[in-house]
């Protein structure tokens, strides 16, 4: 059965700091991981995806890798903004074409 | 274009009532998913409709959870009779079609608080 775990569980930065958040699964047998993000009250709105035979995405300040091997992605987030608070989850899908979620990291960027 | 549409956004009810969600995908989109978020969890998958076919519902408590698809568009999911553990937001999500090459759009969600 597959795992997702997500370490911090929180953070907190202040604003301009560039930092990591990191993601961990069990089973290595995934078709994709995507990072989302999720505001208080609203649903997650997907940040970026990565295929299995991908190392990394990019989109804007953010950055995902993907090292299937050993199980972990990090979603690097540079110049930190207060508009970047929120919770990020990860999700992995494997064979059952299921997203499996970790608990998600909440990242709080003081001004 | 429209994004996925869930109501109620806020529903509290007691013990052993019951209780209907309802969800309306992004026109066009084949697939549609149900996920239970309790606080501090990440999203499980309830149940994924494929038109109105049931794909996955092994996660689905069946003995007072169900739901329908009627004609392959908007989608309801019923609780009866509510626990106090089922108290958790419910997201609906769509997508344009099955597997790893589809994104999920997701709705803002119906938070339920059983008492």
């Known amino acids: 059965k597959q795992e997702v775990t997500q370490i911090p569980a929180a953070l907190s930065v202040p604003e301009g700091e560039n930092l990591v958040l990191n993601c961990s699964f069990t089973d290595s047998a995934i078709y994709n991981l995507q990072w989302f993000r999720q505001d208080p009250g609203k649903g997650l709105t997907s940040l970026l995806l990565?295929?299995?035979?991908?190392r990394e995405q990019t989109s804007g300040r953010l950055n995902a890798s993907l090292d299937k091997s050993s199980g972990r992605s990090t979603l690097y987030i540079a110049a930190s903004q207060p508009g970047d608070s929120a919770t990020y989850l990860c999700?992995?899908?494997?064979?059952?074409?299921?997203?499996?979620f970790g608990k998600g990291t909440k990242l709080t960027v003081n001004p | 274009e429209a994004g996925v549409a869930q109501s109620p956004r806020y529903k509290i009810i007691e013990k052993r009532q019951s209780v209907a969600f309802w969800c309306n995908p992004i026109s066009g989109h084949a697939t549609l998913y149900w996920y239970q978020q309790i606080l501090g969890q990440g999203p499980k998958l309830l149940i994924q409709f494929q038109n109105n076919g049931v794909v996955d519902d092994s996660q689905l408590p069946k003995d007072r959870f169900s739901a329908e698809r009627l004609k392959g568009v908007d989608s309801t999911l019923k609780i009866q009779p509510a626990k106090l553990e089922d108290s958790a937001v419910y997201l609906c999500?769509?997508?344009?079609?099955?597997?790893?090459?589809?994104?999920?759009?997701f709705g803002p969600g119906t938070r339920l608080t059983v008492t």
């Open positions: 999500a769509s997508s344009n079609g099955q597997g790893t090459f589809y994104e999920q759009y």
């Open positions: 999700a992995v899908e494997g064979g059952s074409e299921k997203l499996v």
């Open positions: 990565i295929q299995s035979s991908q």
